[in-house]
């Protein structure tokens, strides 16, 4: 595999440079640069230019619905208190009423663009509290082709804190009356 990625580009540059070095018009060179440079590289710059859009038109959290719960179903640091659970199809669940599912599909296969879609819903009631919307670019061709890791790119970023703040927009502690 290692030989092949060493070769094959090296053989791609070869061509190119024998094409290129034919060519008398300055200006087919340098014509004939960008195509070369473009063909192994356009579904890295396009795919980027569709994912950022996708990120910023559909990605994200939104909130239909906010919960208030008692304090018996938040943790000590103040967060709701999310089970895993097997039931309904669920991953996580909330006062055995409030569950999460997640879905996802792919995108674009051209683009390696992936979404997925966090949904909590009330099971006594079936109304859709809140979603969350994320997509997984996984780079072009070259990049998938040539490097040693599979890398992606996510958006929003799904760090724990993220998604502790999505989960505590939804579920809110009772205030105390007076």
């Not at 199809?89 to 409030?98: N, S, T, V």
């Not at 939804?170 to 105390?176: D, E, P």
């Amino acid at each position: 595999m290692l030989g092949l990625m060493i070769f094959v580009p090296v053989i791609y540059i070869a061509i190119a440079w024998m094409i290129i070095k034919r060519l008398t018009n300055k200006r087919a060179k340098w014509i004939a640069v960008v195509i070369f440079i473009l063909i192994p590289t356009w579904d890295e710059i396009a795919g980027r230019i569709y994912f950022q859009y996708l990120c910023e038109t559909e990605g994200g959290s939104k909130i239909y619905k906010i919960v208030e719960l008692s304090k018996e179903y938040f943790s000590q640091q103040g967060r709701p208190d999310l089970k895993f659970s097997k039931k309904q199809g669920a991953f996580l669940e909330i006062a055995d009423r409030y569950v999460t599912s997640r879905s996802g599909q792919t995108v674009s296969k051209t683009f390696r663009i992936d979404k997925t879609i966090i949904t909590v819903k009330d099971t006594v009631t079936g109304t859709e509290l809140a979603t969350n919307t994320s997509f997984v670019y996984f780079g072009g061709w070259l990049i998938n082709n040539t490097g040693a890791q599979l890398r992606a790119t996510r958006c929003p970023q799904g760090t724990d804190e993220y998604y502790n703040q999505f989960y505590s927009s939804i579920f809110k502690l009772v205030k105390a009356k007076n």
